[in-house]
């Protein structure tokens, strides 16, 4: 027999990880793993703890517990700056762009740690290409924008520091059917490009359209993992864990 080939280590991990807010245990010993270029979705109903894990996994919500590890540095104690600076980048729900700043402005924000001139403004072609509509308005204040156009701008910002790991948090919030589209269709070319991506949605349909693997979370725990694929094709799993 052939030997199996090995996959591929993961770019981020969490083993165990526990997120507590006060008395409330809201991530309880949750274990994932993101592969080098690869789609992840972690998947539940609001309130299961899929935004406490993003948090977590970028800084803004201290672990309880468990271990948080970029490649094999362990970084559950790093701030959220270190932690951008070693390679992730997080796309908040809600968007929170900047609003009275212009599109060009947010997107400068996201390269406050790059210091090459040169390469800031490739970056910034860059994520033009990707979404032209912040190019016909890179002059114009973010607050004007739609709530689609803000999350193409929240993304990216993002994507001007040419991160390892892109991480997003209900991208689909709020957003109407054709913006939805719009934003899963940049981001599958987004991957195809060899980012990693790891995103937090509670419209599972959506994200298991271009994910690779998922995490069903409830109630702050890891109820089912599986290929994407499975969760797509198999009418009795989606019922079962994901209520569809």
């Given amino acids: 027999m052939p030997p199996e080939t090995a996959l591929p280590r993961p770019v981020l991990s969490t083993s165990d990880l526990h997120v507590h807010y006060g008395k409330v245990h809201a991530v309880q010993g949750v274990s994932l793993e993101v592969r080098a270029g690869?789609?992840?979705?972690?998947?539940?109903?609001?309130?299961?703890?899929?935004?406490?894990?993003?948090?977590?996994?970028?800084?803004?919500?201290?672990?309880?517990?468990?271990?948080?590890?970029?490649?094999?540095?362990?970084?559950?104690?790093?701030s959220s700056e270190v932690r951008s600076g070693l390679g992730m980048a997080y796309v908040p729900e809600g968007r929170r762009v900047f609003g009275d700043l212009t599109v060009r402005d947010n997107l400068l924000m996201g390269a406050y740690l790059v210091k090459d001139r040169a390469k800031i403004d490739q970056q910034l072609e860059e994520v033009f290409g990707l979404f032209p509509a912040l190019r016909e308005r890179h002059r114009q204040i973010a607050a004007t924008l739609s709530g689609g156009e803000q999350q193409m701008l929240a993304i990216g910002r993002a994507l001007v520091r040419e991160p390892e790991v892109l991480i997003l948090d209900e991208p689909s919030l709020g957003l109407a059917p054709v913006m939805i589209k719009v934003i899963y269709e940049t981001l599958k070319r987004i991957r195809e490009r060899g980012m990693t991506l790891l995103l937090a949605e509670q419209s599972a349909h959506i994200a298991l359209k271009i994910a690779d693997r998922a995490y069903v979370l409830e109630t702050g725990h890891v109820t089912y993992e599986s290929d994407a694929a499975s969760l797509r094709s198999d009418p009795a799993l989606r019922e079962s864990y994901l209520g569809a």
């Fill in 38 to 78: 690869e789609v992840v979705a972690l998947l539940g109903a609001n309130g299961a703890g899929k935004s406490s894990v993003i948090r977590s996994l970028v800084g803004l919500t201290p672990v309880s517990g468990g271990q948080i590890l970029l490649r094999d540095r362990r970084i559950d104690r790093l």
